[in-house]
T-cell receptor, first 109, second 112 residues
């Protein structure tokens, strides 16, 4: 199957700091998705990207679809305690979805 | 509008037992899918369905069966549970914006 590599695996940051994470693949994708999973819950879609080079924001979150179509980036500005969770990238190929291994974010108040 | 519901929330099975994880959605979504989530592995697709009567295998289908007799329901069957199937299972659905999947709350399964 397709492999989506996310980094970093985990992050511990102070409240108010900005966060950057990325997702890379050896395959080209036409869509990139970013999800957040709160502890004990299912993932929730944050941002969807449909075009290479696209930059899309959702509040304090900004995601970019890499020009090569093999990567995507997620930034969170001015982190707050409720940003805690696991962030996943995902990409569809045909009728199937592939997910990255996740970036676990801890925000220290 | 309940969204995607899953039952049970927790389950413990002995090796060799069978069970069915239930998934239902009330959004009239055509696409439904099952994932398993293991530590450090992200979510991996087990089976999916693009509509009633149509199912297909995902990345890790072995040991699991599915059927889709209605638009609303997409049960996942474990015919003979194995310890390797200990995991958290998520069901998801999507409609016309099919990339935008809505996930259920998950079922935590332990096989001893």
């Amino acid at each position: 199957g397709q492999q989506l590599n996310q980094s970093p695996q985990s992050m511990f940051i102070q409240e108010g700091e900005d966060v950057s994470m990325n997702c890379t693949s050896s395959s080209i994708f036409n869509t990139w998705l970013w999800y957040k999973q709160d502890p004990g819950e299912g993932p929730v879609l944050l941002i969807a990207l449909y075009k290479a080079g696209e930059l899309t924001s959702n509040g304090r979150l900004t995601a970019q679809f890499g020009i090569t179509r093999k990567d995507s980036f997620l930034n969170i500005s001015a982190s707050i305690p409720s940003d805690v969770g696991i962030y996943f990238c995902a990409a569809p190929a045909g009728n199937q979805f592939y997910f990255g291994t996740g970036t676990s974010l801890t925000v220290i108040p | 509008n309940a969204g995607v519901t899953q039952t049970p929330k927790f389950q413990v099975l002995k090796t060799g037992q069978s069970m069915t994880l239930q998934c239902a959605q009330d959004m009239n979504h055509e696409y439904m899918s099952w994932y398993r989530q293991d530590p450090g592995m992200g979510l991996r697709l087990i089976h999916y369905s693009v509509g009633a009567g149509i199912t297909d295998q995902g990345e890790v289908p072995n040991g699991y069966n599915v059927s889709r007799s209605t638009t609303e329901d997409f049960p996942l069957r474990l015919l003979s549970a194995a310890p390797s199937q200990t995991s958290v299972y998520f069901c998801a659905s999507s409609g016309q914006g099919w990339y935008e999947q809505y996930f259920g709350p998950g079922t935590r399964l332990t096989v001893t």
